[in-house]
């Protein structure tokens, strides 16, 4: 089933984490999304781990990741 109007399909949850950390970095990220796993010791593996768990902060991420998207989107016109 292809989702055209969803912008998340097909991205993974990794690779969404991955990104952030390379646009923002770990302490910033950690300020832009205030969860422990960002602050504390951040990784990859144990953010994945956190954020597959909770809801509520999975929804934080892939905002905060559209954002992102829609604002490089912006500056390329």
Known sequence: ???PKNP???VT???IVTELVAHYGWP?????VKIRCFTHD???T?????LRRTPW???KVESLYLFVQ???ARQVR
């Open 1 to 3: 089933m292809t989702q």
């Open 8 to 10: 998340l399909h097909g």
């Open 13 to 15: 949850l990794e690779a």
């Open 28 to 32: 910033e990220l950690g300020e832009q």
């Open 42 to 44: 951040p990784s990859i």
């Open 46 to 50: 144990s953010s994945l781990k956190f």
């Open 57 to 59: 902060a999975r929804e």
């Open 70 to 72: 829609r604002e490089r």
